[in-house]
């Protein structure tokens, strides 16, 4: 090779090193090498420290129209609608539409299959049954409410009064039941029973009509009267668990019913022969009796009356709780989670605290019920006391057939028309063949 032809050659090496060396020339068209690649570093690369920029325009949350069927009305009804006034401030989104039908078991027979009902019912504990049966309220359960949570924010017998066949059906919001209200001036020290002692009551009952011939110690509307409700301490505190449980079973041929039979014919011996509503207040104003076994519904018309009172636990009174109920028209229009958030806050401690201050309710909210506050107020602490070892009003569908027997036992005991053992045979067996019935 001659000299021309190797400096042609070397010029055109050098060339294609250069244009190899700085990246030059097409992407290669064949296959790519079957080598595997050369190893990768171990060391992960550092990673951006700054939070990664969110979008600023999140999306609306999605309006809802919350239906909620109630039984309030009045002074009541206004300071409850300031309280959902105040959800609303937090949840613009959320508008809560209040209605108050006149027949709400009727019109949710129609409502709720026509997917016209409410998404929430504030109701009776005592509808929890039928309602779940008929399928138009769902269980709590299902929507995330537990067990631990339910007894660690309400009252004990509240939390029983919501539980049906093991499942959670609604919140409590309020409770009421009945206590003995006395007259400071006339019932001293001496004739004041121990708390929650029925057999201390009759001792303090004879004691008082041997001083005082033309008075009686207490006046109930239960006594003489057919009014399973009004006697109920006195069953209840003498051991009877419940008139009929959910299975049904009925607990009035026990040796501790008829405990309480026998009381009250004692008591009878002690007492006015007739006695209601009516007579009982116009009793205490005048005097002639010093105690009213009787809700914090009265305690208005005792206030009026200028009486120095005082509230006494006694025995272990029915316990009527005011519920929140999901229906199954929440669920089906994905309203439930929704509803769930709007009972919790509604019977929760600080809306059930404000609505105690103003509508002299009594909680079912632990937290709201012990609160310094709400404690200053003496009728609502007393009754909150007389209430927590109370028994929850049965929320079975056999309940129903509780209230006649139990009036009519109640009413021959205290007459003496029958023995309390026949009177309450004869109430077993009315209750147990109308429970057959509904079975």
């Given at each position: 090779?001659?000299?021309?032809?190797?400096?042609?050659?070397?010029?055109?090496?050098?060339?294609?090193?250069?244009?190899?060396?700085?990246?030059?020339?097409?992407?290669?068209?064949?296959?790519?090498?079957?080598?595997?690649?050369?190893?990768?570093?171990?060391?992960?690369?550092a990673?951006?420290?700054?939070?990664?920029?969110q979008?600023?325009?999140?999306?609306?949350?999605?309006?809802?129209?919350?239906?909620?069927?109630?039984?309030?009305?009045?002074?009541?009804?206004?300071?409850?609608q300031a309280?959902?006034?105040?959800?609303?401030?937090?949840?613009?989104?959320?508008?809560?539409d209040?209605?108050?039908?006149?027949?709400?078991?009727?019109?949710?027979?129609?409502?709720?299959?026509?997917?016209?009902?409410?998404?929430?019912?504030?109701?009776?504990?005592?509808?929890?049954?039928?309602?779940?049966?008929?399928?138009?309220?769902?269980?709590?359960?299902?929507?995330g409410?537990?067990?631990?949570?339910?007894?660690?924010?309400?009252?004990?017998?509240?939390?029983?009064?919501?539980?049906?066949?093991?499942?959670?059906?609604?919140?409590?919001?309020?409770?009421?039941?009945?206590?003995?209200?006395?007259?400071?001036?006339?019932?001293?020290?001496?004739?004041?029973?121990?708390?929650g002692?029925?057999?201390?009551?009759?001792?303090?009952?004879?004691?008082?009509?041997?001083?005082?011939?033309?008075?009686?110690?207490?006046?109930?509307?239960?006594?003489?009267?057919?009014?399973?409700?009004?006697?109920?301490?006195?069953?209840?505190?003498?051991?009877?668990?419940?008139?009929?449980?959910?299975?049904?079973?009925?607990?009035?041929?026990?040796?501790?019913?008829?405990?309480?039979?026998?009381?009250?014919?004692?008591?009878?011996?002690?007492?006015?022969?007739?006695?209601?509503?009516?007579?009982?207040?116009?009793?205490?104003?005048?005097?002639?009796?010093?105690?009213?076994?009787t809700?914090?519904?009265?305690?208005?018309?005792?206030?009026?009356?200028?009486?120095?009172?005082?509230?006494?636990?006694?025995?272990?009174?029915?316990?009527?709780?005011?519920?929140?109920?999901?229906?199954?028209?929440?669920?089906?229009?994905?309203?439930?989670?929704?509803?769930?958030?709007?009972?919790?806050?509604?019977?929760?401690?600080?809306?059930?605290?404000?609505?105690?201050?103003?509508?002299?309710?009594?909680?079912?909210?632990?937290?709201?019920?012990?609160?310094?506050?709400?404690?200053?107020?003496?009728?609502?602490?007393?009754?909150?006391?007389?209430?927590?070892?109370?028994?929850?009003?049965?929320?079975?569908?056999?309940?129903?057939?509780?209230?006649?027997?139990?009036?009519?036992?109640?009413?021959?005991?205290?007459?003496?028309?029958?023995?309390?053992e026949?009177?309450?045979?004869?109430?077993q067996?009315?209750?147990?063949?109308?429970?057959?019935?509904?079975?």
């Amino acid at each position: 090779m001659n000299v021309k032809n190797i400096f042609t050659l070397s010029a055109l090496l050098i060339a294609l090193a250069l244009i190899v060396a700085c990246g030059g020339g097409a992407a290669p068209t064949s296959a790519p090498p079957t080598q595997a690649p050369s190893a990768q570093p171990t060391t992960a690369p550092a990673q951006p420290t700054a939070a990664p920029v969110q979008p600023t325009n999140a999306p609306a949350p999605e309006a809802k129209t919350i239906t909620i069927w109630h039984q309030w009305d009045g002074k009541y009804l206004e300071a409850i609608q300031a309280a959902f006034a105040e959800y609303n401030k937090m949840h613009p989104e959320v508008k809560i539409d209040l209605s108050k039908p006149d027949d709400v078991n009727n019109a949710l027979k129609v409502a709720i299959p026509a997917g016209q009902g409410p998404d929430i019912i504030g109701w009776a504990n005592d509808q929890i049954g039928q309602s779940a049966i008929a399928g138009n309220i769902v269980a709590l359960d299902t929507l995330g409410v537990t067990p631990d949570w339910l007894k660690s924010t309400y009252e004990p017998a509240a939390v029983q009064g919501v539980v049906w066949k093991d499942k959670i059906w609604g919140l409590p919001e309020t409770q009421e039941g009945i206590a003995l209200v006395y007259n400071k001036a006339l019932v001293t020290d001496e004739f004041l029973p121990k708390a929650g002692d029925l057999n201390d009551l009759l001792a303090k009952a004879k004691a008082f009509q041997t001083k005082y011939p033309d008075k009686t110690l207490v006046c109930n509307q239960g006594f003489g009267g057919k009014d399973a409700y009004h006697v109920a301490p006195v069953f209840f505190g003498f051991g009877v668990p419940s008139y009929v449980d959910d299975a049904g079973a009925v607990h009035l041929n026990s040796p501790e019913a008829l405990k309480a039979g026998q009381w009250m014919a004692e008591f009878a011996k002690v007492s006015a022969k007739e006695q209601s509503y009516d007579l009982c207040l116009a009793s205490l104003k005048d005097g002639k009796v010093g105690m009213w076994w009787t809700g914090p519904w009265a305690i208005a018309a005792v206030e009026e009356a200028k009486i120095d009172y005082g509230i006494l636990p006694m025995g272990k009174p029915f316990v009527g709780i005011k519920t929140m109920l999901i229906t199954k028209n929440a669920v089906d229009r994905g309203n439930a989670e929704t509803a769930l958030d709007i009972i919790k806050y509604y019977t929760g401690a600080d809306v059930q605290k404000k609505l105690a201050l103003t509508n002299k309710t009594i909680p079912a909210a632990t937290a709201a019920l012990q609160d310094p506050e709400v404690a200053k107020l003496e009728t609502i602490k007393l009754f909150g006391t007389a209430l927590n070892s109370g028994v929850p009003m049965a929320n079975t569908p056999f309940a129903s057939a509780q209230w006649d027997p139990v009036g009519s036992a109640a009413q021959a005991i205290w007459s003496g028309a029958q023995t309390a053992e026949a009177a309450l045979k004869d109430a077993q067996t009315a209750i147990e063949a109308a429970v057959a019935q509904m079975k």
